[in-house]
Structures are given as C-alpha cells and as structure tokens.
C-alpha cells in the first residue's frame, strides 16, 4: 500500500491530527537540538561576563572592537546628553548640547556604516525575494558608505577635542 492509498482511506480530521502531531515534535526537536548546539555558546558568554568583570571587556569585544565601541559610546553619549547635571567650565549649556549632538551624530554615522545599513534602503527585499544586487544598489550604497564615514571622521575632531569633558 503506497502513501496516496493511505490517504484515499483517512478523514481529513485524521490527517490533520497527525500533521498537528508531527509539526509539535518538529518544533520541540529544534528547540532541544538548538539547546544542546548552544551550550558551548552559553559556556563562552559566562566567561565574556567573568572577563567583563575582572577586566572591563571581554575576548569577544576585541575581536569585533569597533562594533562594541559603538556599542558602549553611542549610548553613553546619548544618556549624558539626556541627564547631563552640568557641562565644561568654558561652555554654555546650549554650546555644550551641540556639541554632544555632532558626537552623536558622528557615532551613528559610524553605526550605519558598520551594520551596513544602505542596501535595504535601495534595493529593499533583496535578500527575502533571493534578487542579485544590482551595479546601482552597490554604487550608492559606496556613495552613502563615504558620506557616513566623513561625517564620523569631521565628528570625531569634535569627540577628540572634547574628550575630557565628557563627564557629569
């Protein structure tokens, strides 16, 4: 007896439980295969976390150093912009807000560029509809790429120059 005279001779009700019944043990398969794949993973992250605080970053962050920089600086600027209690010495408090928004806007220039986020924006579902890129997509992500860089290298002089008052 082949599979399609198996068929012929269920309920459709029957058919459907038995679907239902394989989609469950599929699902908690994966979840206890990806379990299992990901101990070692999780092994490594209790050790990132050790390190982080024995010596403030781990091995992970210097292999990806300016991910995690972006990921540590962006964030801190953006609070102290938001709950500054004071500025420098020589500054306004107007004067000093500025300033923190060119820092900010360098580091999320430096972001884009690191998360490469130009492609969807010119060519959007690329990857879902499994589409090549195209020679135009590439040159103005290249173009918006520069753009980017630029204004995080003119932002930086800002962030080097006032690198000592950035405190609170």
């Known amino acids: 007896m082949n599979m399609e005279e198996n068929i012929e001779y269920q309920s459709i009700g029957e058919l459907e439980e038995k679907i239902r019944h394989i989609q469950g043990y599929r699902k908690m398969y994966y ?5 299992i794949k990901d101990v070692p993973y999780n092994i490594r ?7 982080r ?4 970053w781990a ?18 600027l953006k609070e102290l912009k938001k709950n500054q209690h004071g500025h420098p010495a020589d500054l306004t408090e107007e004067k000093w807000n500025k300033i923190l928004d060119e820092m900010v806007e360098g580091f999320e220039a430096a972001e884009r560029v690191l998360n490469d986020e130009y492609v969807d924006k010119f060519q959007p579902n690329w990857f879902e509809n499994n589409e090549k890129l195209t020679k135009e997509t590439l040159n103005k992500c290249l173009e918006e790429t520069k753009k980017d860089q630029k204004i995080f290298k003119e932002k930086m002089k800002v962030f080097v120059k006032y690198f000592f008052g950035l405190w609170d």
């Not at 979840?31 to 379990?35: L, N, P």
């Not at 992250?45 to 390190?51: A, D």
């Not at 992970?60 to 962006?74: A, E, H, V």
């Open 53 to 56: 605080g024995k010596r403030g």
């Open 31 to 35: 979840r206890v295969r990806r379990f």
């Open 59 to 76: 091995d992970c962050d210097w292999w990806g150093m300016d991910y995690y920089l972006i990921s540590i600086i962006l964030p801190m």
């Open 45 to 51: 992250k209790v050790k990132w976390f050790i390190q």
